[in-house]
């Protein structure tokens, strides 16, 4: 496969306004609007959960999408990748969703409601399963998206390398890291939560615009970054089988 010669994008719209755009807008709703955030960004049906939602299951589509082009790459540990994200993108997207609990409104069984923390349809809230399946993923997600989504994207192009993924190798450095598009994502899911944070140290308190659920705008932005880091990637590969066609 030959080494790519455009760079395939995406609507800045969706890799740049939409993660930094959504911390501002919720903190100036607050502030100004209130009402308007209780009704269009607040609770489990608000904007910032079905889009956490909508982001995780678009990553999900385009990682089987991956696994179907998993002939075009040399590397054999690319197939497992997808399968890994799909399952994971998966998961995250049916756990915060409470699989559907408060969309189709769904009684949740007495048992599960009575260990949940949030008396929700999902197991990362249950006091056993959290210990492995809330926190320690968010945190190693959380270190991916800045590490892979931040740093090493910059790094790159202070070296004057290629962010692009190149996939005729049989390593995987060639085609894991995240491009440049991942890094608003990245740097929103790595310090969303540090405002409150400065803040209470600070001044003693949080101001109310400040309270706007951090740790839902996190999970919102780990969400894009995966989708971003996913539809990057998708678009690479086909565009550089496009050109190896050409070429052949």
Known sequence: MTKPQRRVRLPI??????????????????????????ATM?????????LTVVSLVVAFVTA???????????????????????LGCFFF?????SWGEHWFGFEVPEEIAERNDQHEFNIHNDPFFENFLDQPPRLALTIFAFVGGVL??????RRGESDRPRFDGDGIWGWF???????????????????????RAAL??????????????????????????????????????AEARQAG
């Not at 607050?30 to 209780?38: E, F, G």
């Not at 607040?42 to 079905?50: A, D, I, Q, R, S």
């Not at 999408?65 to 690319?78: G, I, K, N």
């Not at 997207?93 to 969703?97: H, I, N, Q, Y």
Request: with cysteine; proline share 9%; aromatic share 6%.
């Open 152 to 157: 090493i994207p910059l790094r790159k192009r």
């Open 177 to 199: 890291w995240p491009t440049i598009e991942c890094l608003p994502s990245g740097l929103v899911a790595a310090t969303i939560t540090l405002p409150k944070k400065i803040a």
């Open 64 to 86: 089987l999408l991956l696994l179907r082009h998993r002939r075009s790459v040399a590397s054999p540990l690319f197939g497992p990748f997808c399968v890994v994200m799909a």
């Open 42 to 50: 607040k609770g489990e049906l608000g904007l910032v959960e079905n």
């Open 93 to 97: 997207a049916g756990e915060e969703a």
């Open 204 to 241: 003693g308190h949080v101001p109310e615009p400040l309270h706007i659920g951090p740790g839902e705008t996190k999970e919102l932005a780990i969400g894009l970054f995966l989708m971003i880091y996913l539809l990057m990637m998708l678009l690479e590969l086909r565009a550089q089988e």
């Open 13 to 38: 719209l969706l890799w740049a306004v939409l993660p930094l755009g959504i911390g501002p807008l919720q903190i100036f709703l607050k502030a100004y609007l209130p009402d308007v955030y209780d």
